[in-house]
């Protein structure tokens, strides 16, 4: 599932906060009304709502009525994140490429320094 590089963008930049990490890693155990998000954090209500804009933007956020219809509830969508992990696992190749080439060099000079 791709999507637009807008939209990867807009994963990396809500990402690129602490407060805006911490509500997703609140939200991993379940959906949260949006008053119980904030009273987790020293920050203002006013705040933390301009955190889960951004994170909504992002759409790793999903928000809905509670059952009573009286708060908003707030859902991971760790869909979003599959792009960022895809993205990584680049490096994570590059690394252990270099880091395997390093440990040959490093085996092989060793070897001729004892001859």
Avoid at 10 to 30: E, M, Q, S
């Amino acid at each position: 599932m791709a999507t637009s590089q807008a939209g990867t963008s807009a994963v990396f930049r809500a990402l690129a906060d602490p407060t805006r990490r911490a509500i997703l890693d609140a939200l991993r155990d379940g959906g949260q009304p949006v008053g119980r998000i904030a009273d987790g954090f020293r920050v203002s209500r006013p705040a933390i709502s301009k955190h889960l804009r951004v994170l909504r933007e992002a759409n790793l956020v999903l928000v809905s009525p509670s059952d009573d219809g009286r708060e908003r509830v707030c859902e991971l969508n760790a869909a979003p994140l599959r792009e960022v992990e895809d993205w990584l696992n680049g490096y994570r190749r590059f690394w252990g490429e270099n880091l395997r080439a390093l440990k040959r060099y490093l085996e092989s000079s060793s070897r001729r320094d004892d001859a």
